[in-house]
């Protein structure tokens, strides 16, 4: 029963267009949602989150848009870039610090 | 200067074995966490301590015990390996412990292979 889903595990990109990385989930009563970036062989690096009550959260290249009426949020990179190659995580905040991940969607920028 | 590291990186060893993984964090957090990523890459918690105080426990076989000496260290300690413990294991720590809103920074990982 997965409660945050990516549902493409992988997105190509040409370098210098916009990636966007998509992230559903089922629970309306999330609060925050967060973004990780992971390269091979390390941990997840966070990225950007957005709170439940806001619709969007722009941080350079990065901007998240959140839906709440279709429970679905997006992650775009603009412009990508090859270093921006790597598996990124959508994850929901609950109470008591868990996070729920998604799946991940491996994101390649081809230069 | 690491901020969240964990020893060792690579762990192989036979099905019956016990083993141990270390996590130890820099950043002054009070709550830790440790999280498995399995074959088909999802990353679940499975632990996490405020404190030196369990907080959250997901249903994980009791054979994995975590181990908190100090707010600064979390270890994992798995008994009687099975192959399906095999798996990439990471440890995380976050400022905010209990809140919703929750960046958590995570260590490299543990790959674990139980042969």
């Known amino acids: 029963d997965q409660q945050v889903k990516q549902n493409s595990p992988s997105l190509s990109v040409q370098e210098g267009r916009i990636s966007i990385l998509n992230c559903d989930y089922t629970n309306s009563m999330f609060d925050y949602f967060l973004w990780y970036k992971k390269y091979p062989a390390e941990g997840p690096t966070f990225l950007i989150s957005?709170?439940?009550?806001?619709d969007k959260n722009e941080d350079g290249r990065f901007t998240v848009f959140l839906n709440k009426s279709a429970k679905h949020l997006s992650l775009h990179i603009v412009p990508s870039q090859p270093g921006d190659s790597a598996v990124y995580f959508c994850a929901a905040s609950v109470e008591g610090g868990k996070l729920i991940f998604g799946q991940g969607t491996e994101l390649s920028v081809k230069p | 200067d690491t901020a969240v590291s964990q020893t060792p990186k690579y762990l192989v060893t036979q099905m019956g074995n016990d083993k141990s993984i270390k996590c130890e964090q820099n950043?002054?957090?009070?709550?830790m966490y440790w999280y498995k990523q399995d074959s088909k890459k999802f990353l679940k918690i499975m632990f996490s301590?405020?404190?030196?105080?369990?907080?959250i426990n997901e249903t994980v076989p009791n054979r994995f015990s975590p181990k908190s000496p100090d707010k600064a260290h979390l270890n994992l300690h798995i008994n009687s390996l099975e192959l399906g413990d095999s798996a990439v294991y990471f440890c995380?720590?976050?400022?905010?412990?209990?809140?919703?809103?929750?960046?958590?920074?995570f260590g490299p990982g543990t790959r674990l292979t139980v042969l």
């Open positions: 301590y405020n404190n030196k105080e369990l907080i």
């Open positions: 950043l002054g957090h009070d709550t």
């Open positions: 995380a720590s976050s400022p905010q412990p209990g809140t919703t809103y929750n960046e958590q920074f």
């Open positions: 957005i709170s439940s009550i806001k």
